[in-house]
């Protein structure tokens, strides 16, 4: 079934730990996003990649980094997580002109 | 700066009433989308109206698009409790293949 799936759901860590966030999707989709979005808030862009070996930075600044190796397989990673990297972070891909976005169930990250 | 900002904030109804929420946006655009995003959870896509639209229905949604007002409203009809969810409009910065998001409507049906 095509879908888009986030590991973990949920993710609660010290800080100064490093961490990987998983998205993949069995879409087929080339272009792949990431969004940080605070409770109650609205999403912000943080990553975006429009294909295999693309990767661009978003309207927020992160200090989390992305790649892209294989077309179906986002992750982001942050080398060394703080309490301000507390949120939800959500992925999302989509296919054609319309930019009409797929996306996964989130994952929420919780920095001690 | 925020392409897009929604109004109301958070909107309380009964089921059975009507649910309206307005989208107000900054620049050009090509197409503008609605999202539903249910607490704690990723989010779906409801509808599109593209720049050259006035109007769209699919089930129970309607959506308004003026693009002299830059401004958008989602209408929903005959609301039920199962609807209770945050929804949030979407432009495409017109030239490029991203989009912005609004601030969102939370939005609570009563049984």
Known sequence: EADIYQTPRYLVIGTGKKITLECSQTMGHDKMYWYQQDPGMELHLIHYSYGVNSTEKGDLSSESTVSRIRTEHFPLTLESARPSHTSQYLCASSEGRSNEQFFGPGTRLTVL | ?111
């Open chain 2, 1 to 111: 700066s925020q392409q897009g900002e929604e109004d109301p904030q958070a909107l309380s109804i009964q089921e059975g009433e009507n649910a309206t929420m307005n989208c107000s946006y900054k620049t050009s655009i090509n197409n503008l989308q609605w999202y539903r995003q249910n607490s704690g959870r990723g989010l779906v896509h409801l509808i599109l109206i593209r720049s050259n639209e006035r109007e769209k229905h699919s089930g129970r949604l309607r959506v308004t698009l003026d693009t002299s007002k830059k401004s958008s409203s989602l209408l929903i009809t005959a609301s039920r409790a199962a609807d209770t969810a945050s929804y949030f409009c979407a432009t495409d910065a017109f030239g490029t293949d991203k989009l912005i998001f609004g601030t969102g409507t939370r939005l609570q049906v009563f049984p």
